[in-house]
């Protein structure tokens, strides 16, 4: 017998698993049936009807049987579809099954055929599954089932729990009435609706708790040893039209999540933060300290974008909450935007597709070069530059550039040891330097003087890098012949507001509305990557590529707790940490700190069960921001 006598009788379908199998029956054995589709959806009704309690269960199985006109072959396909097809929550909590099987009960209305291969993988003894047996006849079709067997009848569930005489307390997790059925019967002290896959009304409102998932009953019953917290109690709000990737993989790591098509203003935000563990926003959503103020359960932000200026960094970091972007989501899609511009200012396209239009018709290959063996000079070798620098060595490009720091040269690309060197030497120019304030005009007249005689220029970085009536000027003086301008100073808010510029209307420049990186392909790439950064970050305390927060990279951590204590950077909090730990008699097994002037970030590994007074007592340290425990 397990601690506390607790015995845990579990449902087998949409609890155990995902779907109905008699549902995934019909697909298989009526697959090439010309009543396929009605056939199918009688069995759903019927299959709800019974669910809620509108129709004896008897009579439903006889009628599910009769619609299916399934035959034995077919359970193979079946249970290996059902493998698949176990709760995800129940999949995450493995051990749970394997601590406490000797007091875990599957009783289903199911048949043992289907149910026996998928349950005892999990270590789920067979004396502890009950449920019917398919009859077949000669020729191997399901013509019926074991009527003898209590569970094909009414109250099925109910009897099998008095025959088992089950001593200790009983919690009942399930779907369906029927599992209900077992409370109402005096049978169990608690029944739990499951409501992971299925959410039926009438269960819910009968129900003493509603678990969301798995992890909701064992943290409520204190059995949770997959993970500290259940994730059906982190809330995520999702602003701004998130791409539904990020909404997708959200669920389906179990969190609550919210989804709105726009921004929020700052009241409203301060309304609708109190609850949420994780935000998720793109550029418009101003994320200020008032807002942050009124976050009292905001563990990360994710910006679903490159910029971070909307949020207010240095309040979240004072808050301990860890904030996300994708800094090289869309690298790829400026880097192609910059080849293909590149190859149709050599070829003087723009010039053409404007006399095309014009009726204009100059087959001629003047002012017209093949890219192969140009000098292109890069300026800014971060995650663009550095990325371009390959590809357009591939198509034959001699790569030239500049970067205020060090950085590494790939494959043949030559560093320039002065911006000046780069201008005097290369064909084609394009900017990939980030938007620092000093940046400001760092091409202007006079970088364009050291420019040679009709190169080809892009900046497709920030606006404010170029001064622009410079630009213009050079354009039309054909000292530059062709330029590509994705960036502006001054970017018009929405689709709505006019674009005003001074380069409207110049011959050989290609103006794009800020589109480097929009590419459904980057949306996707940001909807991937900062949910991935976001659950990392919850799930072992990684703070990799984190914006705000000292970056810490973690090694995986197996039989050990972890502890997560954020704290503000004064002095000697480490060692009192370390002092608790040892008054508590626990050993360490690895520890990792990394400060910033703000804060101090120390993720403690230790390999003994911890007891609630060191959690208590860790959480009182002084200038101590958060704490929390996983595992
Ligand atoms: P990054 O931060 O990886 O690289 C920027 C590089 O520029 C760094 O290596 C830095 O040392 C260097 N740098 C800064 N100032 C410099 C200077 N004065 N001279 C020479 N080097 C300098 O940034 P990433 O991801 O490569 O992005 C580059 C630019 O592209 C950014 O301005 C970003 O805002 C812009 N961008 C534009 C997009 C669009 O839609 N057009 C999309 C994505 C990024």
């Not at 290369?426 to 760092?442: A, C, S, Y």
């Not at 990392?536 to 951590?557: A, C, R």
């Not at 520890?591 to 060191?614: A, C, F, P, S």
Request: hydrophobic share 40%; with cysteine; proline share 3%.
């Amino acid at each position: 017998m397990a601690e506390n006598n607790k015995h845990i009788v579990i449902d087998f379908d949409s609890t155990f698993t995902q779907v109905e199998a008699l549902d995934i029956l019909g697909e298989i054995s009526l697959h090439t049936h010309p009543e396929r589709k009605a056939r199918l959806q009688a069995i759903k009704d019927i299959t709800d009807k019974g669910m809620e309690g509108g129709m004896t269960f008897r009579e439903s199985l006889d009628a599910r049987i009769d619609l299916l006109d399934a035959h034995k072959n077919h359970l193979p396909e079946l249970i290996s579809k059902l493998k698949t097809k176990v709760s995800v929550s129940f999949k995450r909590n493995t051990d749970f099954f394997l601590k406490n099987s000797d007091n875990i009960y599957i009783i289903s209305n199911g048949f043992k055929d289907f149910i026996l291969p998928i349950v005892t993988e999990f270590g789920v003894l067979e004396s502890n599954v009950f449920a019917n047996t398919f009859h077949f006849d000669s020729d191997g079709n399901i013509i019926g089932f074991d009527k003898e067997n209590v569970l094909s009848s009414n109250q099925g569930k109910v009897k099998v729990l008095q025959q088992l005489g089950l001593v200790g307390d009983v919690y009942v997790i399930g779907d369906g009435y029927t599992d209900f059925e077992i409370k109402k019967a005096g049978l169990a002290n608690k029944f739990y609706a499951f409501t992971e896959n299925v959410l039926r009304d009438q269960i819910v409102q009968n129900a003493d708790h509603i678990t969301p998932s798995l992890d909701e009953f064992l943290y409520l019953n204190k059995m949770n040893t997959a993970i500290s917290y259940p994730k059906n109690r982190i809330k995520v709000l999702l602003l701004e039209n998130v791409h539904q990737r990020a909404v997708d993989l959200m669920k389906a790591e179990g969190y609550q999540v919210e989804v709105y098509p726009a921004g929020l203003d700052e009241d409203e935000l301060c309304e609708k933060i109190k609850d949420v563990s994780i935000i998720g926003i793109r550029s418009k959503t101003q994320i200020t300290r008032k807002v942050i103020d009124h976050a009292n359960r905001l563990i990360s932000i994710g910006a679903f974008c490159i910029g971070t200026n909307q949020i207010d960094l240095q309040a979240c970091l004072e808050r301990g909450i860890a904030v996300f972007n994708a800094p090289f989501s869309n690298t790829r899609s400026v880097v192609e935007l910059a080849i293909a511009e590149i190859i149709l200012l050599m070829r003087n396209l723009p010039d053409k597709f404007s006399m095309m239009h014009q009726g204009k018709w100059d087959k001629s290959a003047g002012s017209s070069f093949e890219v192969r063996g140009k000098k292109l000079g890069i300026i800014g070798y971060g995650n663009i530059g550095a990325q371009l620098s390959v590809v357009a060595e591939s198509i034959g490009l001699e790569v030239h550039y500049y970067d205020i720091e060090e950085k590494l040269a790939l494959g043949n690309a030559k560093k320039c040891s002065s911006m000046n060197e780069l201008l005097e030497t290369v064909d084609i120019i394009t900017l990939h330097v980030d938007g620092r304030p000093e940046n400001q005009n760092m091409i202007g007249e006079n970088e364009i003087k050291h420019m040679k005689q009709g190169v080809v220029f892009l900046n497709l970085a920030r606006g404010h890098v170029v001064d622009v009536p410079a630009l213009k000027k050079a354009l039309e003086s054909g000292k530059i012949r062709g330029a590509a301008v994705d960036v502006f100073p001054e970017e018009p808010k929405s689709n709505n507001d006019e674009f005003v510029s001074e380069l409207r209307g110049v011959n050989n420049v290609m103006l794009t509305p800020h589109i480097g990186g929009s590419t459904l392909e980057a949306q996707e790439n940001i909807a991937q990557f900062v949910p991935g950064k976001i659950m990392e970050y919850i799930n072992t305390g990684s703070t990799s590529n984190s914006v705000n927060f000292p970056n810490l990279q973690l090694p995986t951590f197996i039989n050990a707790h972890r502890l997560i204590h954020i704290h503000k950077n004064v002095p000697g909090i480490l060692a009192h940490i370390n002092n608790l730990l040892a008054q508590h008699d626990v050993n360490i097994v690895g520890q990792y700190l990394k400060t910033n002037e703000t804060v101090g970030y120390v993720i403690t590994d230790i390999d003994k069960e911890y007891d609630q007074d060191l959690i208590d007592s860790l959480k009182k340290i002084e200038h101590t921001i958060k704490f929390r425990v996983l595992y």
